[in-house]
Structure formats: structure tokens, C-alpha cells
């Protein structure tokens, strides 16, 4: 079983819809989880970072975080032809605070 | 404030060479990790630096090295080129101490082996 477990997609939504982006992780340790955006050929941005269960809004995204279900997921809003992109969820190994695990990214692809 | 720089951007080489990777992080991070990311395998840590000192590293074997200066810019070695060496090494620098801050990458080094 992979770490942390992303659907490859690809995950496609009209513009101005909402795109569900979903994670599942193994290691009940993990503490810290990071949703990157990744174009294609391009490094990797941050675009949330969320540590307690719950909600945490920032624009047009949305992280939610349930520890008990071992779900991380992202929701973007009024999606844009511009959201189109690999997304990547990862988290702060349980036995080392200093190294990403990374899963293998959804990709999104926003339809005008 | 600048961000995570990376030189070269691109760089081709044989197998059996050797290569040295730079990365200046942003000012004031005084943590530098390294990943490489290839398509069959994503995204995988390689080895975190602060303070000079190496405080974790992934499962790769000894021909990937690195270190961190005092200016906290950081260089990683790969020695004995192989081809699945071949992709795209990150590198991202994170806030001073603490634990589980956010990591910002640079733009990487794309590495073609042949």
C-alpha cells in the first residue's frame, strides 16, 4: 500500500464548477499535510497547508482534513481553465519531521 | 522576496559521469531539501540539510550525496551517472527550525542522462 494515495485522473469539470480533489494517507503519525500544484513542466507551488481536522479556506480553495478517516482533500471553486493542472497532496512523515511523502497527483483538467 | 533558485536548469551528461546540483534557498530558510521527481516513480525525497547538517535522507543509494554551506546554499552530487538518473531534481527550502513548515520549491534542475 502506497503512503499516500492520490486518483491519477484525469478529473475533468466545466470552468465555474467545483473540482473535489481527494487523498488517502497509511501513517496515522502524520501530523502536517500540503496540497502542491504542479503545471505541466513546472516545479511544484504551494497551495495550502492544513494540520487540524476541519476546514481551512484561502480564496478560491478549500482543504479539508480528517485524521480519524486518514482523507485529505482539496476543493477549488469556481474552477478556471487556468486550474488545470497536476495536483499533488503530501504530508510530514510520522517518524521524520524534515521529508515530504508525495502521491502520484491527480490532474485536472478544467473544460472552457 | 526572491525565491528557491536552481542552476543549472538543464543539464545533459554520459554515464559514469559525475554531476554537482547548486540550490540558493530563499533568504532567511535555513532548511534545504532535495527531491527528484521522474515520471514512474513522482516525487521522492532525497535529503534534508539545516544548519550544515544532514538530518534525514531518502532511500537512495550512496552515489547521491549533498551539503549545505554556511549561507545555507546547498549542493547535491551525483557521482557515477547512471540512466535512471535521468529526471528532474528539486530542491526546497523551508522556514528556520521548527518542524513541519512549509516546504517552496525552486524551479529544478532537469538532468538527462545518456
Known amino acids: 500500500q502506497k503512503e499516500v494515495e492520490q486518483n491519477s485522473g484525469p478529473l475533468s469539470v466545466p470552468e465555474g464548477a467545483i473540482a473535489s480533489l481527494n487523498c488517502t494517507y497509511s501513517d496515522r503519525g502524520s501530523q502536517s499535510f500540503f496540497w502542491y500544484r504542479q503545471y505541466s513542466g513546472k516545479s511544484p507551488e504551494l497551495i495550502m497547508s492544513?494540520?487540524?481536522?476541519g476546514d481551512k479556506e484561502d480564496g478560491r480553495f478549500t482543504a479539508q482534513l480528517n485524521k480519524a478517516s486518514q482523507y485529505v482533500s482539496l476543493l477549488i471553486r469556481d474552477s478556471q481553465p487556468s486550474d488545470s493542472a497536476t495536483y499533488l497532496c503530501?504530508?510530514?512523515?510520522?517518524?521524520?519531521?524534515?521529508?515530504?511523502?508525495f502521491g502520484s497527483g491527480t490532474r485536472l483538467l478544467v473544460r472552457p | 522576496k526572491a525565491g528557491v533558485t536552481q542552476t543549472p536548469r538543464y543539464l545533459i551528461k554520459t554515464r559514469g559521469q559525475q554531476v554537482t546540483l547548486s540550490c540558493s534557498p530563499i533568504s532567511g530558510h535555513r532548511s534545504v531539501s532535495w527531491y527528484q521527481q521522474t515520471p514512474g516513480q513522482g516525487l521522492q525525497f532525497l535529503f534534508e540539510?539545516?544548519?550544515?547538517?544532514?538530518?534525514n535522507k531518502g532511500n537512495f543509494p550512496g552515489r547521491f550525496s549533498g551539503r549545505q554551506f554556511s549561507n545555507s546554499r546547498s549542493e547535491m552530487n551525483v557521482s557515477t551517472l547512471e540512466l535512471g538518473d535521468s529526471a528532474l531534481y528539486l530542491c526546497a527550502s523551508s522556514l528556520p527550525s521548527g518542524v513541519d513548515d512549509e516546504q517552496y520549491f525552486g524551479p529544478g534542475t532537469r538532468l538527462t542522462v545518456t
Open positions: 540539510y539545516f544548519s550544515e547538517t544532514q538530518r
Open positions: 503530501a504530508l510530514i512523515s510520522g517518524d521524520s519531521s524534515y521529508k515530504l511523502i
Open positions: 492544513i494540520y487540524s481536522n
